[in-house]
């Protein structure tokens, strides 16, 4: 079973920077991609940045240039660093799981945090 718990959310002012972290236990395998996705009640999750297994990243047109999704040395932690933020940005962060082919698809995650989440403020 894999455990994921998210941290460093808050708020901040539009312009500003924030890093969100994911502690993942349990057994990870190889083939394991992680990423970041974010929710307004009004809205359907969507997904922010992955990274596979090599380190391969992909992020959604409204983050590109502003967001960086990393791993920690042991792969047991993910990052989400998140510059020059705006209140379009205000959302309920989540980090998830999946393992096989890179997906975009929330669906296609297997597990999932509660969540941590940021304010930006105009």
């Known amino acids: 079973q894999v455990q994921l718990v998210e941290s460093g959310g808050g708020s901040v002012q539009a312009g500003g920077s924030l890093t969100l972290a994911c502690g993942i236990s349990?057994?990870?395998?190889?083939?394991?991609?992680m990423g970041w996705f974010r929710q307004v009640p009004w809205k359907n999750r969507e997904v922010v940045a992955i990274?596979?297994?090599?380190?391969?990243?992909t992020y959604a047109e409204s983050v590109k240039g502003r967001f960086t999704i990393s791993k920690g040395d042991s792969e047991n932690t993910l990052y989400l660093q998140m510059d020059d933020l705006k209140p379009d940005d205000t959302a309920m962060y989540y980090c998830a799981v999946g393992y096989g082919v890179p997906t975009l698809r929330t669906a296609d995650f297997s597990y999932w945090g509660q969540g941590t989440q940021v304010y930006v403020s105009s």
């Open positions: 990274i596979d297994s090599i380190n391969a990243r």
């Open positions: 349990g057994v990870i395998e190889s083939d394991s991609y």
